[in-house]
């Protein structure tokens, strides 16, 4: 783990150095692409600001998550328990709900539901559904079907053969939907803000770009990705935690 | 310690075993009707084991299905009491230990967990389990999960175990083990078993009838019944010439 904590930071320091030459040598207007170090500075002496924003979009984002992934995992369980019917009804419209554009829809839901938190709640439930619904359906639908069988003779009931076989299955389709959300959870977030708010990392971002605030806006970005990042890690850990065998290798045999 | 039985020991005599009668299989395929089983006939006696071998492809894990009453037959007639799959593969859940997996046919019938433990604990350590009643699947060996699987089969309390290439997957050593832990349950815990296998000396060493079934569709070809004193060797005069007897039903020449 910090072996991978070190590479990823040389990783970063390399490309930020890259970046800082190109800008340094004249390869961009500073008020186009900023240098990392302007960046850096903007963090720093907008530091009150930035965070103010920051907690607004992180409790935005959390709760966002929160709601997708419930009605994710309730929407996935409802079409696997129809997959006749509710299944190939649903699922169409749960692949054209990804191709929506959220900065055409994002007004409409401040529309109906204000500048409050709701709208962008629902924004970012929509844009991150449907990896949860997909992995953890994939989860539910991967169980062996021998196995369910093998339940039969063991005269468990449907309800029965969900909740002690495919329902741990899912499980971890449904992790791997959730830490794919969080990355486009941030973008919608972004976007919600955008659309109607006084508040929040993206509506920062959206007045820094309009006063040539660049460096602000960048660091607004930066924040915005580590956010991102802490979540995928935070996920990734809460998984490990929870479902140690699925990261199990077959280890040393006894006999 | 106290081995408590699963349940109370089932009265076996006088009881109907099993009966397979005249029975067809198909299923509709994209390019036609396929029959897997046609005319397939077989009898258990309660508390007997009867082994099946045959060609691959000829039906044998259908007729189990058929007897577990997961498929309903086409024609003909299938009576048995209730009976318990073990598949080939050992199926176990990989998020559960060795016993809760074990207890897992008692749990989804509805016990409660502490319950359902409780009963496949002293099996676990009657299998030789006893040290790895909390460890996961994937550190158990080949023949420890199989040893697992069985016990879950068995602990699901029906008169009939439906055993599906149970040791296929196992090398020459465990198997033989497995055949002893087999045997020895068996006399605590009698059953009527039907034990599907590909290895005909398996099925001499182990079972009281041997039902040979053709290439598909399956039917039974011969019905051998193998009365020799056990515990039974494959190196037995006896047991090698009932051997060359089902080959040879089995159409191998020798
Ligand atoms: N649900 C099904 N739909 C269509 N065909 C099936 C179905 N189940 C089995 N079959 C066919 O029936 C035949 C018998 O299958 P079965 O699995 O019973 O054979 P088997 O004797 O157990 O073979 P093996 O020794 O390889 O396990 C096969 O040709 C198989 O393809
Ligand atoms: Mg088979």
Redesign the interface.
């Known amino acids: 783990m910090k072996r991978v904590a070190v590479r990823a930071i040389v990783l970063l320091a390399l490309l930020a150095g890259a970046w800082e030459a190109y800008v340094d040598l004249g390869g961009a207007d500073p008020l186009i692409l900023p240098a990392p170090h302007a960046v850096a500075h903007a963090l720093y002496i907008d530091r009150a600001l930035l965070w103010r924003n920051f907690l607004v979009t992180a409790e935005e984002i959390v709760l966002g998550i929160l709601v997708a992934a419930t009605a994710a995992f309730a929407l996935a369980v409802a079409l696997h328990f129809s997959r006749r019917t509710l299944r190939p009804a649903v699922y169409p419209l749960l692949v054209a709900s990804q191709t929506v554009p959220i900065p055409m829809v994002a007004p409409l839901f401040v529309l109906w539901l204000g500048f409050g938190i709701l709208p962008k709640l629902v924004v970012i439930a929509l844009v991150s559904f449907f990896s949860i619904v997909v992995t953890t359906l994939a989860g539910l639908a991967a169980v062996d079907p021998e196995l369910i069988k093998l339940m039969r003779t063991f005269d468990a009931s449907r309800a029965r053969i969900f909740r002690h076989v495919e329902l741990p299955a899912a499980l971890p389709g449904l992790f791997t939907g959730a830490k794919i959300a969080v990355v486009v959870a941030v973008i919608g977030a972004v976007f919600a803000e955008q659309a109607g708010s006084n508040a929040g990392l993206g509506f920062v971002f959206q007045q820094a770009i309009a006063q040539l605030l660049t460096a602000r806006a960048y660091a607004a970005v930066a924040i915005l990705s580590a956010f991102a990042i802490a979540l995928f890690a935070l996920l990734s850990a809460a998984e490990r935690l929870a479902l140690p065998w699925a990261y199990e290798t077959p280890g040393e045999h006894p006999r | 310690m106290v081995q408590a039985p699963v349940k109370e020991p089932f009265d076996l005599h006088g009881a109907v075993g099993l009966s397979v009668e005249n029975v067809t299989r198909r299923f509709q395929t994209r390019r036609g009707v396929l029959a897997a089983l046609e005319g397939m006939s077989l009898h258990a006696r309660a508390g007997e084991m009867v082994a099946v071998v045959g060609p691959s492809g000829c039906g044998k894990s259908t007729l189990l299905?058929l007897i577990?009453?997961?498929q309903r037959p086409d024609c003909g007639r299938v009576d048995s009491e209730?009976?318990?799959?073990m598949?080939q593969?050992d199926?176990l859940?990989?998020?559960l230990s060795a016993l809760d997996n074990a207890s897992?046919?008692l749990?989804?019938?509805?016990t409660p967990r502490r319950q359902a433990r409780a009963q496949a604990a002293p099996w676990l350590e009657r299998f030789g389990l006893g040290d790895?009643r909390d460890t996961?699947p994937?550190?158990?060996?080949?023949?420890?999960r199989q040893r697992v699987s069985l016990l879950r089969s068995l602990l699901?309390g029906?008169p009939v175990l439906?055993l599906d290439e149970p040791f296929a997957a196992l090398d020459a050593i465990?198997r033989h083990e497995m055949h002893g832990w087999l045997a020895r349950v068996l006399a605590a815990e009698p059953r009527t078993v039907v034990l599907v296998t590909h290895d005909v000396e398996e099925a001499i060493v182990l079972a009281d009838q041997v039902v040979v079934m053709s290439p598909r569709p399956g039917r039974a070809v011969a019905a051998i019944d193998v009365t020799l004193p056990r515990p039974r060797h494959a190196t037995d005069p006896s047991v090698v010439e009932l051997r060359d007897r089902a080959l040879s039903a089995l159409g191998v020449e020798r």
């Open positions: 299905e577990c009453g997961l209730p009976a318990a799959l598949p593969r199926l859940l990989p998020w897992l046919a749990r989804v019938a509805g790895f996961r994937a550190h158990l060996s080949g023949g420890m699901a029906k439906a465990t």
